[in-house]
């Protein structure tokens, strides 16, 4: 899974970097499959000793976005990773609950046209 990374009135360094793949992108890809979603778009900013984190997950059908400030952006990685996990394990049941209630209301239309059919 790509993603991209902004940086505004912050400098990344190669550690950072490595740590975002590993908290963010790595555990994504567990949750999502490649077709789901596109690149990945992580902001980082810097404001007045505050780290401000955004990320933002486009799929076919919905945006997930997670935002986080606080004074170390390790731990502002941290919160907004697992706030991410929520999201998309949330964005996937309710996926899956609409395709299955899809399924049995194809399933109980079928019954009924063969019950109907072995009636007649």
Known sequence: MRFIVHCQNFVMSEALQTYLEQKIVSSLNLHLSESTASPIIISLETR???????????????????T??????????????????????????KKL???????????????????DLFIS
């Not at 606080?70 to 929520?86: E, G, P, R, T």
């Not at 399924?103 to 019954?111: E, M, Y």
Request: glycine share 0%.
């Open 97 to 115: 609950t609409k395709r299955n209630n899809r399924r049995d209301k194809i399933l109980l239309n079928k019954q009924y046209f063969n019950d």
């Open 68 to 93: 986080q400030q606080s004074d170390n952006m390790y731990k502002s990685i941290d919160i907004v990773s697992m706030k991410l996990k929520k999201q998309v394990l949330t964005y996937k049941n």
């Open 48 to 66: 007045k000793k505050q780290h401000i984190i955004e990320v933002t997950i486009l799929s076919k059908h919905s945006t997930i976005r997670a």
